[in-house]
């Protein structure tokens, strides 16, 4: 699959995320809302980073379950879900 596929089809997957990749090759999710105190305290990031588009959807997941929300692993219609690893 083409870099421009998986980056629209990752920003689809998560759309209160944006996503890119840089031009070192990493792949980097910034939320588009900010923390509370609580997600904070809870490990929650604005910005994440993987070493490629399957990890960066897997560290999206862990990131809304400790955010705080059920359905960030599964949420819209067509989302899988996976394990979540803290």
């Known amino acids: 699959m083409s870099f421009d596929r998986h980056l629209a089809d990752i920003a689809r997957e998560f ?3 944006t996503i ?8 980097w999710a910034t939320r588009h809302q900010p923390l509370s105190d609580a997600q904070r305290d809870a490990g ?4 994440i980073d993987a070493d490629d588009p399957d ?12 955010a705080g929300d059920p359905q960030g692993a599964a949420g819209d219609p ?4 996976g ?3 803290f």
């Open 15 to 17: 759309s209160h995320w």
């Open 20 to 27: 890119w990749r840089s031009d070192a090759g990493r792949w």
């Open 44 to 47: 929650c990031a604005m910005t």
């Open 55 to 66: 990890d960066l959807r897997e560290r999206i997941r862990e990131q809304e379950i400790r």
């Open 78 to 81: 067509g989302r899988r879900a």
């Open 83 to 85: 394990p979540a690893t």
